[in-house]
């Protein structure tokens, strides 16, 4: 007989700085959840005008970006550049190393530029591979509407009530959807058993229902479930004033120890070190390092100044 997956934790998303002037609200990756296989961060980040991440180096892991509102501009030391809108994603694989710069567009409104960054580890036997780009438009998405019109879900990757994703666009397993939910709507979401799995509520209330327990799940709240079950449950009540939001991001748990310091994503202590050796004599795979300079000219921080402050804020978390 098919279950709900219940709750393990739910709390709030705190907002911070980060980068050169942004601001996050950190869920996964914080003291309060930190290395949840294969999921290691998960930021909703706000980036205005003069703000963004400039230069800064990756390794060991893959970034998935989601965006919401606005524009950010990519580029990297091997010439790869690019631009995401609202609702495109930008799947991007580190690999043995990437030094690349995110920054976001001036909206003639003067609107800030919102989105998702998820960053998921790889696989120990492909912390060396490639780096590599996946984008996702927002007109590739497949959509499915269920409860008579009253869910809406974005299929972004993985499969939801007969409906599956264009493509898979990530080395380590995971699903992803973007579900909003009419007041009065109703969605049961299968996931793959066993697998870690999040729900971040990015607009209204949500609430999720376990057996005879239902719990509502505020704005900016991420909830957590535990990994026995089959599905996850969630709902809006026919009298809220408005929908809710959530992204569902469920992944497949990684048997391995997770080393981390910054954007280097590793194994065991040794591998750390050799990452940091390997970015500041730009070698095994950032040869193109050295030299390279994008985005810094618009911020107030040189790229070398830049990079440790990058640094030093992912190790907050």
Request: with cysteine; charged share 15%.
């Given at each position: 007989m098919a279950t709900a997956r219940a709750i393990r934790m739910a709390f709030q998303a705190i907002e911070q700085a980060e980068g050169a002037g942004a601001r996050v609200r950190r869920s996964i990756g914080t003291p309060k959840l930190r290395n949840f296989s294969p999921f290691l961060m998960l930021d909703h980040f706000t980036i205005g005008k003069g703000a963004g991440f400039p230069d800064h180096p990756?390794?060991?892991q893959e970034t998935i970006t989601y965006l919401l509102s606005g524009?950010?501009?990519h580029e990297d030391f091997a010439g790869n550049r690019g631009t995401i809108g609202p609702g495109d994603l930008q799947f991007m694989t580190a690999g043995r190393g990437i030094m690349h710069a995110e920054m976001p567009h001036e909206n003639p409104d003067g609107s800030p530029n919102v989105g998702m960054q998820l960053w998921v580890d790889l696989p120990k036997k492909l912390k060396y591979v490639e780096p590599r780009y996946r984008d996702l438009r927002a007109t590739e998405i497949p959509t499915v509407e269920v409860d008579d019109g009253r869910v809406t879900i974005k299929v972004i990757s993985g499969q939801s009530h007969g409906v599956d994703s264009v493509r898979d666009l990530a080395y380590t397993p995971l699903w992803f959807f973007d579900i909003t939910i009419r007041p009065g709507g109703h969605v049961k979401q299968i996931l793959p058993i066993g697998w870690n799995a999040f729900a971040y509520t990015l607009e209204g209330t949500t609430y999720i229902s376990s057996g005879d327990v239902t719990k509502p799940?505020?704005?900016?709240?991420?909830?957590?479930?535990?990994?026995?079950g089959d599905y996850v449950e969630a709902s809006v009540p026919e009298n809220a004033d408005k929908a809710s939001r959530f992204i569902l991001v469920a992944g497949q748990p990684?048997?391995?120890?997770?080393?981390q310091y910054g954007p280097f994503v590793?194994?065991?202590q040794e591998e750390v070190y050799q990452a940091?050796?390997?970015f500041q004599t730009a070698s095994n795979g950032f040869e193109k390092a050295r030299g390279w300079e994008r985005f810094y000219e618009a911020c107030a921080y040189t790229p070398v100044a830049q990079t440790?402050?990058?640094?030093?804020?992912?190790l907050l978390c």
């Open positions: 990756h390794r060991g524009g950010v501009d799940i505020n704005q900016f709240h991420n909830v957590v479930f535990q990994q026995q990684l048997d391995q120890n997770v080393v590793c194994t065991s940091m050796v390997d440790l402050l990058y640094i030093e804020s992912c």
